[in-house]
């Protein structure tokens, strides 16, 4: 049986992850969508979980699956996806193959430098959280109204320097990535922008990379306008390697 774990974002939940589920289950891949540490009550209680708290639920989800299927897969988004990096770094062949969903190698410069100003001057003292931009995160209103439903509105300031430390975790071990993987991103997504597939690609060390950029989506694919068509792709991906 076929194993497909799906592993949604920082400040986010299982649920924002649906359209993917929907399109595996139906397939009978065997999925397993974690909810990660710290996640599903407020943004207290993700300002104080840390980037191993998130792997650690992680791989919880992989040993469970592995003692149920045969072959496991992977779908990450955003923060999710890091996380799948660092398991397949891990694990080999043991993920047969991976979907990185707006991947977050690098922040663009703006954004890293509000990081800098927010986390390396007194602001930090000051200012524990920052208010997430729904209507950059998601293209479609129909998706963006889920979105506001299914994830936090604010993103704590100790979430992102976790968020930060893992990226540079995952960037130390991408050559040992060598399963299968498709990245997939928006054209409008403002936290991982399309040039983040090639630092992913030009990293690991994997034969078969793919790369799927959507014209009218931004950085929550799974609900916007593409993401059917995202689910769609990530199956027909998996099913080359079954």
Known sequence: MNGCLLVHGLTSSPGVMNPFREELSNAGFHVEAPLLAGHGGTVADVAKSKWKDWYRSLRHAYEKLRC??????????????????????????GVRALALISAPMKLPLFDRTKYLVANYTPLRWIIDSVPKDFNKSVMMP?????????????????GVRQFVALQKNVKSTLTRVTSPTLIVHGEHDHIAPPWNS?????????DVVDIINYSRSGHIVPLDWDGKEAARRVLEFFQRFA
């Open 68 to 93: 149920e299927t045969d072959r496991i897969y992977y779908v990450g988004l955003s923060m999710g996806a890091l996380l799948g990096l660092k398991l397949a770094a891990e694990e080999g062949w």
């Open 142 to 158: 129909e998706g963006r109204e889920k979105y506001r439903e299914l994830a936090l509105h604010r993103m704590p300031l100790a």
């Open 198 to 206: 090639g630092i992913i690609e030009n990293g690991i060390s994997s």
